[in-house]
Each structure stands twice: as structure tokens, then as C-alpha cells.
């Protein structure tokens, strides 16, 4: 990773950062916000609001980050704020039953095409493994075909990169063999493979796990028809389509992706978004599919459950989420593409993007899109794109460092907020 020199002072960050890691392992909670990103330091942030972070320095940045992508009303928006002082004052946790789980299901299934029923869980992962077990506890079937590149979170059945001849790209140490022994991965965009990969495996596939635009590495929107075709092959060989709209479920439109590019899901995750900032995800899909779970046949429990305080706030998230507001959203995801292809014109550089989610690729110029996991490994010059965001930093625009995460728009964003960033993204770029 090449240093950029840097103008604001972080001196706060940095100090923090020397008595973190003392405390914290990699002085952070999760790898990605560690120094496998970010160099000489973290940023350490104290505060946000609307569509700005301001770090413990005193630095305010746009936030394209936007804690990867939960904050679809950006920081502490006031009517949710309203709603969860409200909601924990009621005390914050029953674990019973209540009626805002009851209103919130009903308003999922009323926008989503693919969610019949509900159950709720605390976080993408989680309600992964939920949606894994039970698509499996469903067919009666063990293997799942999923794809390079893919992430559903860190369970480790999924936890499976790639699978190439040069040998299996495993995400983790501690996963052993058999764990991995049913996961079949094959290149995405490419419905020939999944079909070599079902036929090899006859009546053995319980389902057919998809990210429905690639959000993993980078955005990597599926190729026209590409969704259906993977419905249409689920549906020849008995198996079960599970689209994880963790990362485009209420950020794609009210019904995610698969209202978007019309496809019809049996099983659907949410995280990220729906939460709006607090841990609550979802597992939805057809009534039969999901009656499977009923009574604890197949298990998933969750003291946290449905908290009620926390879906007294996306009640009123789903409520501020209508047609206009999903309409600004493409409008100013718009203008920023165009934006930051214009200011960045003189470099090897994609912007890719799908509604309000967008990545910009530096690459080796060799490549006119990315495509897949195999695209990515071969065009993608990691250290620039990181050099770039460090560069960024200091214009006074926060996204995440690592090319395979991306950067979003929320509700909050505003056309200022956009042309900040085009400015800062043309000054970075000349400083790299
Ligand atoms: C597609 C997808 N599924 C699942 C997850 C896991 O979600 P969480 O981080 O809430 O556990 C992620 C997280 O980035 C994701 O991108």
C-alpha cells in the first residue's frame, strides 16, 4: 500500500490506535476495520449524522461507507431516534411475542415478492445459517451450489472462496474438511457451470445460494436474464432458489433485488439495511418453505429475536422507505457515477454500480467491466484503489479501503454530499 501524506490531523486516531491494540486484538472489532486496510491507523469515529462522520479528531467526512451499508437513513435520522427513545423507555426486550413483529412481517411480505412468511434473527449471518439449515432441512438434501466470491456471512459451510484446480480457496483457519464437503462453488454469471454442477450432482442439491448483485467484490450486477435462468435451473432439478438480499433487501427498491431484476426467490435473507443501523435481520420465502421451521423442526432460536425496540425503529425505517424515496436514491447514485467517471477519466478506472450501490475499480486497463471472482483477481489493483480511499480520507470522504467492499447512498445523502465527493475523488486521484 503506497502512503499518501496527509494534511488534517489525525493525532487523536492514532494515539487511540496505540492503546487499542493493547486491549483489542488488531485494535478494532472486525478484520476489515483493522490494519489489514488501513494504514498507519484507523480512523476512530465519534459521531454521525445524516449522511457525515465526524472522527475524534474533529474531521467531518461525507460517509459512503455507512457501517457497510446499514444506514440506509444515514446517522442517528431524527424519527428513528424518536422511535427507539420511545421504544426502550417500554423496556427494550420481552422475548414473548409482540405486535410489532406482527406489523413489521406483514409490511416484508406486503413489498417483498418473495416473502410469504417471516422469522426474524439478529444479523446477516445468522440468518444465514438459519436459511442454510433450513434449506437443507426442507429438501432433505445436503449440497448447496454457491458462487466465487460470494460471502453470506462467516459460518463455515459458506465460507468457501473459490474452488479452482490450483486447489479450494477456504476463508478461515479452524474449518475443518467436512464442514466444506457439501458446498459446491462455481464461477457466477456463467449459467453453464451452475448446470454442469447440478447435473453432476443429481437430487443431491438442496438449493442454489445467490448473491443477487455481487457486493463482495465491489458491485457486479448480474448479467441480463442470469437470475431466471438460476430460477429456472433450481427448478429442473428440485432445488431450492435462496437469494441473500443481506446487502440489496430495502436498498434496491421495497421488494430488493429480486423486485428489481423480477426474480422469484423461495428463500430470501435481510440484514444491513432493514436493521437501518441496529442488529435486525430477517429470513423470509415461501409459506411451505418456511413452515419447515415451525414448532422448531428444523431449529432457530434467538433470545434476541424480534427485539421490539429495535423493530419499533425499522417500523418507522419501512414507513420513511417509499417510492420517492428510492427514487432520489437512482437519481443521486446518477449523478455521482457520472461524476466520478468524469473526475476520474484519466485513470484505468470502472465505476460499476446497481441503484445506490457503487464500487470504483482500479484496474490494469486490460478489462472494459468486472465480471466475476476470476476478473477481479486478475484487473484489480488493490494497492492503488486503497492508496485512492486513504487519499480520500483526507479530502474529507469516508468509504471503505478494501476494493471488495463498496460504497452506498442513503436517504440522507444530499446533492452537496454527492458533488463533495466528486471534488475530493478528482483531488485524491491526482495525489496518488
Ligand atoms: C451478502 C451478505 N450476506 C451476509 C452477510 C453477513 O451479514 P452480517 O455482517 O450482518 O453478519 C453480509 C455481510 O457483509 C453480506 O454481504
Redesign the pocket.
Known amino acids: 500500500m503506497g502512503e499518501v501524506s496527509v494534511t488534517r490531523s489525525t493525532e487523536r486516531s492514532a494515539a487511540l490506535f496505540e492503546r487499542a491494540q493493547r486491549a483489542l486484538v488488531d485494535g478494532v472489532s472486525s478484520p476489515s476495520r483493522g490494519p489489514l486496510n488501513y494504514h498507519p491507523h484507523p480512523l476512530y469515529m465519534a459521531r454521525g449524522s445524516g449522511g457525515r462522520m465526524t472522527d475524534v479528531d474533529g474531521n467531518e467526512y461525507v460517509d459512503l461507507m455507512l457501517a457497510?451499508g446499514a444506514l440506509i437513513h444515514g446517522h442517528a435520522h431524527p424519527r428513528l431516534v424518536d422511535a427507539m427513545q420511545r421504544a426502550v423507555a417500554d423496556g427494550a426486550l420481552t422475548a414473548t411475542a409482540s405486535e410489532v413483529e406482527v406489523e413489521v412481517a406483514e409490511r416484508i411480505s406486503a413489498v417483498h415478492p418473495s416473502a410469504e412468511r417471516v422469522r426474524f434473527a439478529n444479523?446477516?449471518?445468522?440468518a444465514?445459517m438459519a436459511a442454510l439449515r433450513l434449506v437443507r432441512g426442507y429438501t432433505g438434501r445436503s449440497k448447496i451450489v454457491k458462487f466465487e466470491g460470494h460471502?453470506?456471512?462467516w459460518a463455515d459451510a459458506y465460507s468457501l472462496r473459490s474452488n479452482m484446480p490450483g486447489g479450494p480457496d477456504v476463508d478461515s483457519l479452524g474449518i475443518p474438511a467436512g464442514a466444506l464437503a457439501d458446498t459446491l462453488v462455481v464461477p457466477w454469471n456463467d449459467a453453464d457451470a451452475v448446470e454442469q454442477a447440478l447435473d453432476a450432482n443429481r437430487g443431491e442439491v438442496a438449493a442454489i445460494v445467490t448473491?443477487p448483485v455481487m457486493?463482495?467484490l465491489g458491485v457486479i450486477p448480474p448479467v441480463d436474464g442470469y437470475l431466471t435462468t438460476l430460477r429456472e435451473l433450481a427448478d429442473a432439478h428440485g432445488a431450492l432458489l435462496y437469494v441473500?438480499e443481506?446487502?440489496t433487501g430495502f436498498r434496491l427498491g421495497a421488494g430488493g433485488a429480486c423486485g428489481r431484476f423480477g426474480v422469484r426467490a423461495d428463500l430470501v435473507?435481510f440484514?444491513?439495511a432493514l436493521g437501518a443501523g441496529f442488529p435486525v435481520?430477517a429470513i423470509a420465502g415461501r409459506a411451505d418453505v418456511m413452515d419447515a421451521l415451525a414448532g422448531g423442526a428444523v431449529l432457530h432460536y434467538g433470545t434476541q429475536n424480534a427485539n421490539p425496540a429495535l423493530l419499533a425503529v425499522v417500523r418507522e425505517s419501512l414507513a420513511l422507505l417509499d417510492a420517492p424515496a428510492y427514487a432520489d436514491l437512482e437519481r443521486l447514485a446518477d449523478t455521482l457515477v457520472a461524476g466520478l467517471r468524469d473526475a476520474l477519466a484519466g485513470e484505468n478506472v470502472l465505476v460499476q454500480y446497481v441503484g445506490p450501490m457503487l464500487q470504483v475499480y482500479f484496474t490494469d486497463g486490460e478489462t472494459d467491466a468486472i465480471r466475476s471472482y476470476r476478473d477481479f483477481g486478475a484487473h484489480v489493483d488493490r494497492d492503488r484503489f486503497n492508496s485512492f480511499v486513504h487519499a480520500l480520507f483526507d479530502e474529507g470522504v469516508y468509504t471503505s479501503p478494501s476494493p471488495a467492499l463498496h460504497s452506498v447512498l442513503c436517504t440522507a445523502h444530499t446533492d452537496e454530499d454527492v458533488e463533495r465527493v466528486v471534488t475530493a475523488a478528482r483531488a485524491a486521484a491526482a495525489r496518488i
Not at 444479523?123 to 445468522?126: A, D
Open positions: 457497510f444479523t446477516g449471518t445468522e444465514c460471502y453470506h456471512g448473491e457486493a463482495n441473500d443481506t446487502v435473507t440484514g444491513k435481520a
